[in-house]
């Protein structure tokens, strides 16, 4: 059986595994390290998995992950989900859709701490949903808006699925960072736009809040400037390369716990749930890394990525249309796989593709970030609804995924505008430097 086939039945083993519920990292390395022991040795495979597993543990690159981890953390004990949307609230929460647009800007702001779509749905999704039904919105509406929100985690830098991408396709953290920050901004802006026409042609999704005075305003906001002066020294200053992304994540993760201290919330308590929870997602993403670079070396090695850049080539179709393919793949394989696991089953097979047809290794980090992004509330999975579900069981769930219907489209729109214009995401990192 030539490596080709082997690599196909590969790629259908993890999707098959996968469907069945076994944790990602463990399905990728038992699919990269059974692989190669069929296409090398099984002692081949034994060692691959020990050196894999040693440099990974021991990589200093990888410190990041947990130190950007703890920041997220130790905000969160901070209060920032709650000051976020308050200050977005008190400033927008008098327009139309208000509150909804406050909780946009609620999921921009913490996004930019906690790097996880799912942690800003739910923790923004907490404050501000309560809010919303106490104000009478939709709750298909308020819903859509929420789960919709929450993927600007995944996006916004410090984003940990841009440190993950980097780190399996070995890009810089910085360039990603910097070419994240003009998506990031314009889909906050265009789910902020598409929120304003709605509640303007429909006002009963959305309703006016009363009118904040600005004395009752600039507390609000004077809450939020340490954690956006925060993130904003820390993000720019990796940017710029005033940081390496270790050095940025060990900045990060003193000024948070300062922060921290400061705000009177560092107690015995919020330590100890701060650092439990860090390393038990750092030890969850580092099992990930080692099972998608097992994964990797297998894909490499069947030379399927060869055979398929080859028939791209053939196809003579340029290079919009291999990216159009690649998007439909993406947005059918989120349909029922979690956004990680469609990152780490894809970026080995396409990212070779991409760089043979020219494009750029760190605009496609964005576009693949993205199109995961859509992956969180695509139905039948769309994790995020099901999290908002979770805030609010009495809703049905059949109302939520009604509700994320025009975000959707919203952001199949934005995907467009990255595909069509890739200096969206490449013009910062250049004029950075980065």
């Not at 022991?37 to 040693?54: D, S």
């Not at 800003?120 to 104000?135: C, D, F, N, W």
């Not at 809040?209 to 400037?225: C, E, F, K």
Request: aromatic share 8%; glycine share 12%.
């Amino acid at each position: 059986m030539s490596p080709e086939i082997w690599g196909a039945l590969g790629i259908i083993a993890l999707l098959a595994l996968l469907t069945l519920g076994l944790p990602i990292g463990v399905a990728l390395a038992a699919v990269g390290a059974g692989g190669i022991a069929i296409l090398v040795t099984p002692e081949a495979a034994l060692i691959k998995a020990g050196v894999v597993a040693f440099e990974t543990i021991a990589k200093y690159e990888l410190g990041v992950l947990p130190l950007f981890l703890l920041m997220a953390h130790l905000c969160f004990a901070a209060g920032a989900s709650r000051d976020f949307f308050d200050a977005a609230a008190r400033f927008i929460g008098h327009r139309p859709g208000g509150l909804a647009l406050a909780s946009i800007a609620g999921c921009a702001g913490f996004g930019a701490i906690s790097g996880s779509s799912l942690a800003t749905a739910a923790t923004i999704g907490s404050v501000a949903l309560p809010e919303m039904r106490k104000h009478n919105y939709s709750p298909a509406f308020a819903t859509g808006a929420l789960a919709a929100g929450g993927t600007l985690g995944a996006l916004i830098p410090p984003s940990g699925a841009l440190i993950v991408f980097g780190i399996i396709a070995e890009q810089s953290i910085g360039r990603l960072f910097a070419a994240a920050v003009i998506p990031g901004l314009s889909q906050a802006l265009f789910y902020m736009v598409g929120i304003y026409i709605l509640c303007r042609i429909w006002p009963e999704l959305g309703p006016k809040t009363a009118r904040v005075p600005w004395r009752d305003r600039l507390p609000a906001l004077r809450r939020i400037i340490d954690i956006v002066a925060l993130v904003v020294f820390v993000v720019g200053g990796l940017m710029v390369g005033w940081f390496t992304p270790t050095e940025a994540a060990s900045v990060g993760a003193v000024g948070s716990f300062l922060l921290c201290a400061i705000r009177g919330a560092l107690t015995r308590a919020a330590m100890t749930k701060a650092l439990s929870d860090t390393l038990r997602t750092t030890g969850m993403i580092y099992v990930v890394i080692i099972g998608a670079i097992l994964f990797s070396t297998f894909i490499s090695l069947t030379g399927i990525t060869g055979h398929m850049s080859a028939l791209v080539a053939d196809l003579d179709a340029g290079p919009l249309a291999a990216v159009l393919v690649m998007t439909l793949l993406l947005l059918v394989l989120g349909s029922f796989l979690d956004g990680l696991a469609l990152m780490l089953l894809t970026a080995p097979i396409f990212l070779p593709i991409v760089v043979d047809l020219g494009l750029s290794p760190i605009w496609f980090g964005i576009f693949l970030v993205r199109t995961m992004e859509i992956g969180f509330v695509h139905p039948p999975l769309g994790l995020n609804c099901y999290v908002i579900h979770g805030i609010a069981k009495d809703i049905p769930l059949g109302t939520i995924f009604r509700g994320i219907v025009p975000f959707l489209a919203i952001d199949f729109v934005h995907l467009a505008v990255i595909i069509a214009f890739p200096a969206v995401t490449l013009w910062l990192p250049k004029m950075l430097g980065a």
